[in-house]
């Protein structure tokens, strides 16, 4: 109910559950994407609903989900020392892998 537009359907209560579970991240996604704020979630016991209805949780992973729906891979210019540069590719070291892990842990992300 927090999120404006996120909507899902399913043929029972598991469907339903499941279906929720993929259309709520990909609205978070497409909200951080334009930048635009993500309310606090209200609180299970605080959601109004008929007697009849069903409330429950909906887990989002907005990082997990975009790494499961976008493998696409882009190049960036990377700027270096010469020596730097030399040294890595002497040892035989992957710049775009160890780019790719220091950002990772820079970010606090887990794969």
Same mark, same amino acid.
């Given at each position: 109910?927090?999120? %404006?537009?996120?909507?899902? /359907?399913?043929?029972?209560? !598991?469907?339903?559950?499941?279906? !929720? ?8 996604? *497409? ?5 635009? +704020?993500?309310?606090? !979630? ?7 609903? *008929? +007697? ?7 887990? *989002? ?6 790494? /499961? &729906?976008?493998?696409?891979?882009? &190049?960036? !210019?990377?700027? #270096? ?5 030399? #040294?890595? &590719?002497?040892?035989?070291? %992957?710049?775009?892998? &160890? ?13």
């Amino acid at each position: 109910p927090d999120i %404006n537009g996120c909507y899902s /359907q399913g043929d029972d209560l !598991a469907d339903c559950v499941y279906m !929720a579970g993929d259309a709520l991240p990909l609205m978070l996604v *497409a909200m951080e994407d334009k930048k635009i +704020p993500i309310p606090e !979630a209200t609180p299970i016991d605080k959601v109004e609903h *008929a +007697p009849d209805q069903i409330v429950t949780l909906i887990y *989002a992973d907005t990082i997990k989900y975009r790494k /499961q &729906t976008s493998s696409k891979s882009v &190049t960036c !210019a990377v700027t #270096m020392p010469a020596w730097l540069k030399n #040294m890595a &590719t002497e040892a035989d070291i %992957n710049l775009s892998q &160890t780019l790719q892990e220091a950002l990772k842990k820079k970010l606090g992300l887990i794969d």
